[in-house]
């Protein structure tokens, strides 16, 4: 039962997800109060940034549209990273069967995000 | 099965819980549903887990698979920030709410509770499914 206890890896993975949370629901907060500051999305009614270099250069020009992405990818990176962080972990412990089953869950999860781009 | 204490439990038929997910998994993908639903159910009746660890481990299990399709959808353009944003905000008040919440409740509560859900989006698919 060792391995379900491992007090500080589990510590740090929760507040890798709490800290995401956290990141990524201000910076959707942000983008809302500036939407309704600004009064409009800064883009034409139903256009809003999709490649992440629209969303990137959105975010510069302070559109509000972009900063809610921006926390919308924040938020759906969350846990890819913290998939990633017990990858690490797991291979720090040794746990070679758990580096199995959490790299290929990182492997299928990176695939999806490839694929998707590949097949629009 | 009770509060503050440490319930024992045996995870059984790993088998057959792995084709209710993949089923589970296929209709959360489809429906936009997150499939919560129907991990729950299969843990729970299935793999005999105790309701608590059904619904811990489907919360936290949903917020890694729906990464997967999340970003297709992301990806191809189909989530209009200003009606994302909101409701993130909005679902991550009540998923930090019901998780603190369900820690002071009694097991069969939340089952009570999940029954409505689950009549309502059986009701609701029907209704999709038939009607429109």
Known sequence: MKRFFAGDCESCLSNCIQTGIILSAS??????IMLFVMGTSGYPPNVFPITLTQVFTGLLALKPAAVITTGIILLILTPLVRVGLSVIFFLKEKDFQYVLITGSALVLLISTLILGKMFV | MAMDETVAYKVGTIYPGYSIMVIAAVLGGLL????????????????????????????????????????????????????AGPNALGVLAGSIAGSKITQHLNPKTIKKIFIPILLYSAVQMCWKGWWM
Not at chain 2, 35 to 42: D, I, Q, R
């Open chain 2, 32 to 83: 936009g549903i997150g499939g919560g639903a129907f991990n729950v159910l299969g843990m729970n009746s299935f793999m005999k887990l105790p309701m608590k660890v059904s619904s811990a481990t489907s919360a936290f299990l949903i917020g890694v698979t729906t990464v997967a399709s999340a970003s297709i959808y992301l990806l191809r353009g189909d989530i209009n920030p200003l009606v």
């Open chain 1, 27 to 32: 910076v959707i907060m942000i983008g809302m």
